[in-house]
């Protein structure tokens, strides 16, 4: 059902847990639906410094957002924010299609915390 | 991946190894003993005579007389027979059907079928925080319009044995045909058809170590009956097509075995079972589902909250376990299980259930496997669940 390179990702996921002070907070899901998933990202000159995540969900939801934080660390929060679930997906060598929506929410979660750290940054704070 | 240490299969209610006795039986049924039991020569009378002993065999367990037992090609179909037959035959006296919240999708999605296509109103009885229904609902639920009520025996998730001997008195006190779902309970617990006073009852072979593809119906004499699939006289004109004889022989041969040692297999499986419960639930946050004592020998099912249950699945497999879940992740619907959505569990603890059913071939060093490996998998994604370290937070 799950791709070697899900199950390599769900088995030794990248950058689990949370940033003590993070510049910026993502959370997409919902407990209902059986995903919820959340990033945290450290900014530094408009680049992605350090990314971590926490996910509650199947092995498609954990997988992908390891994937997502793999894909993103160090890259500018422009490219950043053009990495989709469709990138994601495709990173992992494809999810079967009943996972496609619901449990691929990590690249949402991304441009959230992304959105965060914009919210916080233009609101006249000083840059990292 | 490595290869795991230990292979150990607890899911003993999705299927079982057929019993090596039972392909036995069955294997001079393929190409030796492969006549068509309508044949009149010898080949065809010896095709005959298995299915007769079989119906006979299966009679005996049931208490019940020998043509009111009808093979079919599987529990599903016995439920579809059943609950189809019986609401059709009965068209001119109503369509009012009564069946509970914790049903199989074999008959929940007839009934959603009959109600949608064919007319019918279907009352849906509600359970317990156990699974329990409670036979006062059943009367109260009862109409003059009502022709059949049909309720699970043993639920297939979480266990719990429905009251069906109490159910089946009210409905015969208001004559109207009682069916039960039996594909989960045949094979540990009494099935005998007038201790539980039903009109029909469903079984499947592949739950008891015979071969899937096979089940059977019981139709009490003089219940009124339609058959859904027509054709030849065969099943006494209640199920046409070429008898399946080989698997008909499996049938029997492995329910006869399940019946003969019924006492000390269930005896040996509960203590497993409870090792096994007791072991799992001294986990943080973990909860029994089902009822505690009125539930099947061989079944163990709990929810773990801050989880979900596909993950625990995965974990489990790649351990050498095998086991399953009724989180929305591990269904095509994406829903998580409506049975424990009727028993008041929370949507969000019903995605983190896990499922463990035992079987003849376990041991103690399998229960203690599992025991041994089941709390790290919990707490490895626990550590990684925004819920449970919110809870923590909080704590």
Redesign the interface.
């Known amino acids: 059902m799950?791709s070697a390179l899900v199950?390599e990702h769900?088995?030794n996921?990248r950058n689990?847990g949370?940033i003590p002070d993070p510049d910026g907070v993502g959370?997409e899901g919902n407990?209902?639906?059986?995903?919820?998933?959340?990033i945290m990202i450290k900014v530094k000159d408009e680049r992605i410094d350090d990314i971590k995540f926490?996910?509650?969900?199947?092995?498609?939801?954990?997988a992908t957002s390891s994937m997502v934080t793999e894909l993103v660390k160090g890259k500018t929060l422009d490219e950043a924010m053009a990495i989709s679930r469709v990138t994601v997906a495709e990173a992992l060598g494809g999810l079967p299609p009943?996972?496609m929506h619901?449990?691929n929410l990590a690249a949402d979660a991304l441009h959230k915390a992304i959105e965060d750290y914009r919210r916080r940054h233009n609101g006249g704070s000083a840059g990292s | 991946m490595g290869v795991p240490a230990r292979s150990v299969y607890l899911d003993h209610a999705a299927t079982t190894a057929v019993h090596p006795k039972v392909v036995e039986a069955m294997l001079p049924y393929f190409s030796e003993k492969y006549g068509n039991p309508s044949s009149l020569y010898g080949l065809g009378r010896e095709a005959r005579k298995a299915i007769d002993e079989s119906r006979e065999k299966v009679a005996e367990i049931l208490g019940a007389r020998r043509d009111e037992v009808i093979f079919t090609g599987c529990g599903t179909e016995s439920d579809n027979l059943a609950i189809r037959g019986v609401a059709f035959a009965n068209k001119s006296r109503g369509n009012h059907i009564i069946t509970s919240s914790v049903e199989h999708h074999a008959v929940s999605h007839t009934m959603a079928q009959l109600n949608k296509y064919f007319g019918y109103e279907v009352t849906y009885l509600p359970v317990d925080r156990y699974g329990v229904v409670n036979p006062d609902d059943l009367a109260r639920a009862i109409t003059d319009r009502t022709v059949l009520i049909t309720i699970i025996y043993a639920n297939n998730e979480v266990g719990t044995i429905e009251p069906i001997a109490e159910m089946s008195k009210i409905a015969r006190a208001r004559r109207i045909p009682f069916h039960t779902d039996a594909v989960q309970a045949a094979g540990s617990l009494d099935i005998n058809v007038d201790h539980l006073g039903v009109d029909l009852l469903s079984l499947s072979a592949h739950k008891f170590y015979g071969p899937k593809g096979v089940g059977v119906l019981y139709a009490r004499k003089g219940s009124a009956f339609l058959p859904m699939q027509t054709g030849g006289s065969q099943e006494r004109n209640r199920r046409a097509g070429t008898e399946n004889v080989p698997y008909i022989v499996g049938l029997a041969t492995a329910l006869t075995l399940a019946y003969g040692h019924l006492e000390d297999n269930n005896r040996r499986i509960s203590q497993l079972r409870d090792r096994l419960i007791d072991g799992v639930l001294k986990i943080p946050y973990s909860q029994l589902t089902g009822h505690p004592t009125q539930r099947l020998p061989n079944s163990a099912s709990f929810t773990f909250q801050f989880i979900e249950g596909e993950s625990i699945l995965l974990n489990l497999d790649l351990l050498g376990i095998s086991a399953s879940s009724g989180s929305a992740c591990t269904s095509a619907s994406l829903e998580p299980s409506h049975v424990l959505v009727a028993m008041g569990i929370p949507v969000e603890i019903a995605h983190s259930s896990l499922r463990l059913t035992l079987g003849r071939e376990n041991t103690q060093e399998d229960v203690d496997y599992v025991l041994g490996v089941l709390p790290g998998i919990i707490e490895k994604l626990r550590a990684m669940s925004p819920l449970y370290n919110t809870r923590l937070a909080q704590a």
């Open positions: 799950y199950m769900f088995q996921p689990v949370v959370k407990p209902v639906c059986g995903d919820i998933m959340e926490r996910t509650f969900g199947c092995g498609a939801a954990i009943v996972k619901c449990s």
